[in-house]
């Protein structure tokens, strides 16, 4: 089956630093990846829609200086969160799907919970 | 600006009832709308969906009902158990290739 994996699945770190977090696609290929960011008061907030082989398209509030992202084949994607603030802590998921078919299911992993101290 | 509104953050029900959760959309270019349920703890995981060509999808006790002139669509599970207990968000996406906006999530509470 379609699984995506993603770790750390939790971390912690100090205001102000930076931390890593990866997404994994396991029996499928992963042509689009969606980072998303799910806080206590929000729902999910799209933080950018990678494609292979397309530019990664961020929305706005979010931009590749704060959350570079790299995509580099069809099974695996990290987004790194830069200078880390309290209004960064949140769930991040990545939700990975199968392109050029109509309405493909995206599969979600269980997310990295980031916890700024 | 919440494309995707679910309008109760909460909802009760007695196992046995039909839990109804609801779910509006501003887009009218959306076409495709999942429903996805998430324990705590747990990643999204897709429930049922269904296209804005259909009326209705069912898939056992899971029902979408989709009003496209409205733009509303509705979940219905039949027969709810405690097992349902989980947070259930609507979603919706301009044909595939885009990305999903989610609505703000409705958690259901089965009780026996």
């Known amino acids: 089956g379609a699984l995506v994996y993603q770790y750390p699945r939790r971390t912690i770190c100090k205001s102000g630093t930076s931390m890593r977090m990866e997404c994994q696609a396991v029996?499928?290929?992963?042509?689009?990846v969606a980072w998303y960011r799910q806080s206590p008061q929000k729902t999910f907030e799209l933080i950018a829609l990678?494609?292979?082989?397309?530019?990664?398209?961020?929305e706005q509030n979010f931009t590749q200086e704060k959350f570079p992202i790299s995509h580099p084949n069809l099974s695996f994607s990290s987004m790194t969160v830069l200078n880390a603030y309290l209004e960064d802590r949140g769930l991040y998921l990545c939700?990975?799907?199968?392109?050029?078919?109509?309405?493909?299911?995206?599969?979600f992993g269980k997310g990295t919970r980031l916890t700024v101290v | 600006q919440q494309q995707v509104r679910q309008s109760s953050q909460s909802l009760t029900v007695w196992e046995g009832e039909t839990a109804i959760l609801n779910c509006s959309y501003e887009?009218?270019?959306?076409?495709?709308f999942p429903w996805y349920q998430q324990f705590p703890g747990e990643g999204p995981a897709l429930l049922i969906a269904?296209?804005?060509?259909?009326d209705k999808k069912e898939d056992g006790r899971f029902t979408i009902f989709f009003n496209k002139r409205e733009k509303n669509l509705s979940l219905h599970i039949k027969d709810s158990q405690p097992g349902d207990s989980a947070t259930y968000f609507c979603?919706?996406?301009?044909?595939?290739?885009?990305?999903?906006?989610f609505g703000t999530g409705t958690k259901l509470q089965v009780v026996p």
């Open positions: 939700g990975a799907r199968v392109l050029g078919q109509a309405n493909t299911e995206v599969f």
């Open positions: 029996g499928f290929q992963a042509t689009s």
């Open positions: 990678s494609t292979v082989n397309s530019a990664i398209k961020y």
């Open positions: 887009n009218s270019a959306f076409d495709y």
């Open positions: 269904i296209r804005s060509v259909s």
């Open positions: 979603a919706a996406e301009v044909n595939s290739g885009t990305y999903q906006r």
